[in-house]
């Protein structure tokens, strides 16, 4: 009976040290990665497929206990197109297990991006299909909401393993091209999973 209560307390003792990292004045790092293949059109014999990797870098600053400022810096990288940068500020909750290495948490947070990593198809006035990415621009003038859900496996308590499902909303207002006579604003969806680490201090 008094290994079974001694072996509890060092588990609820090396639980809390772990957890502590969550804590007000507490400091993380997260690395998030995803990649693969998309394509583009599937009406046409033009398909668009192309390779596409994501960055996202995301420092955080527990400013109570679970709730952290992270910001986030994306790479978007899609063959044939521009690189996309995106620049967010998000809030984020993560919530404490005190039982098991699992700790689910939730963010949202709006941003900056130049570019949309998605291949648009069109044909150029000689009817020849051309592909390029649905806007870009050098002066970071694209809004992203920015959502996620994910959670984090602490293997010990300076390495955790993240997993997280984001959704990203680019929105745009351009005015009416003189030459075509459209509307060329946009508001594009992106839905993603990504996973990586988290390294904590």
Request: hydrophobic letters at 40%; glycine letters at 8%.
């Amino acid at each position: 009976m008094k290994k079974l209560i001694f072996l509890t307390i060092v588990i609820l003792i090396s639980q809390t040290k772990i957890y502590s990292q969550f804590t007000q004045n507490s400091w993380e790092t997260g690395v998030l990665i995803n990649g693969g293949s998309t394509s583009t059109s599937a009406y046409t014999n033009d398909q668009g497929n192309s390779a596409y990797f994501n960055l996202n870098i995301l420092p955080a600053y527990y400013i109570l206990n679970g709730l952290s400022i992270e910001p986030q810096i994306t790479l978007n990288a899609t063959e044939g197109i521009e690189p996309e940068f995106n620049f967010i500020g998000n809030l984020s909750y993560t919530f404490r297990i005190k039982e098991s290495g699992f700790a689910p948490y939730i963010k949202a947070g709006y941003g900056i991006s130049n570019s949309v990593s998605v291949k648009n198809l069109y044909y150029d006035w000689l009817g020849n299909s051309r592909f390029e990415s649905v806007y870009h621009s050098d002066k970071f003038d694209i809004g992203v909401f920015n959502s996620a859900l994910g959670m984090k496996f602490l293997v010990n308590k300076k390495i955790a393993l993240r997993g997280e499902l984001n959704f990203k909303v680019y929105n745009k207002h351009l005015e009416e091209n003189w030459i075509y006579k459209r509307d060329n604003s946009f508001n594009i969806t992106q839905l993603s999973l990504s996973g990586g680490l988290s390294f904590l201090f």
